[in-house]
């Protein structure tokens, strides 16, 4: 089955950096973008930006230009965010998607989700 | 930039009928997508393509629109749609994702 998973919770000081990483399983991962989306406690969902797995092609969140940065390793199905930078704010959970149904110029949805990575930024 | 709007909450009575609305400027141009979202876990779609059903979906889930409005119907509301209900749609580019500030949904 499908399946997206993620690499575990982590605690970062203030000024430090965050690389979280997302593997995928039980489809062709280089044929659907994965897309990165954070959730602050208690709070919504924040559309972070996508990477194209078969060519490394990135879009970013206004919001997040300049401070993520989206990678991905192909031969081992693995998508990989970069978050510089950390501020208090920057505490969530952080999900990579898969992106279905899309075309260039109408995006699609996201199905699945990975299970979610804490990031805590605390001094 | 690009914001969708949602209530932050809707109240019904089991068995009532429930209705959450996205408003944005681009909807006319871009499909919408619901996702349910309980708590500690991960969103799950509930309508794709505005007013598509996923299989394994309830059939008591619906989606519609109207000009700047989509609507997330639940018909028939159990105990077990208590959630939390978020719209996602995109800039009239489609180059932004963008997902409405969700919707407390309680059953009383």
């Known amino acids: 089955q499908v399946q997206l998973v993620q690499s575990g919770a982590e605690v970062k000081k203030p000024g430090a950096s965050v690389k979280v990483s997302c593997k995928a399983s039980?489809?062709?991962?280089?044929?659907?973008?994965m897309h990165w989306v954070r959730q602050a406690p208690g709070q919504g969902l924040e559309w972070m930006g996508w990477i194209n797995p078969r060519n490394g092609g990135t879009n970013y969140a206004q919001k997040f230009q300049g401070r993520v940065t989206m990678t991905r390793d192909a031969s081992i199905n693995t998508a990989y965010m970069e978050l510089r930078s950390l501020i208090y704010d920057d505490t969530a959970t952080y999900y990579c998607s898969r992106e279905v149904g899309g075309s260039s110029g109408w995006p699609g949805w996201f199905d699945p989700w990975g299970q979610g990575t804490l990031v805590t930024v605390s001094s | 930039s690009y914001e969708l709007t949602q209530p932050p909450s809707v109240s019904v009575s089991p068995g009532q009928t429930a209705r959450i609305t996205c408003s944005g400027d681009?909807?006319?141009?871009?499909?919408a997508y619901w996702y349910q979202q309980k708590p500690g876990q991960a969103p799950v779609v509930v309508i794709y393509?505005?007013?598509e059903r996923p299989s394994g979906v309830p059939e008591r889930f619906s989606g519609s629109s109207s000009g700047t409005t989509v609507m997330l119907t639940i018909s028939g509301v159990q105990a077990d749609d208590e959630a939390d209900y978020y719209c996602?749609?995109?800039?009239?580019?489609?180059?932004?994702?963008?997902f409405g500030g969700g919707t407390k949904l309680t059953v009383l």
């Open positions: 393509k505005t007013t």
């Open positions: 681009a909807l006319p141009k871009q499909y």
């Open positions: 039980g489809y062709t991962f280089t044929g659907y973008f």
């Open positions: 996602q749609s995109a800039d009239s580019s489609g180059t932004y994702v963008v």
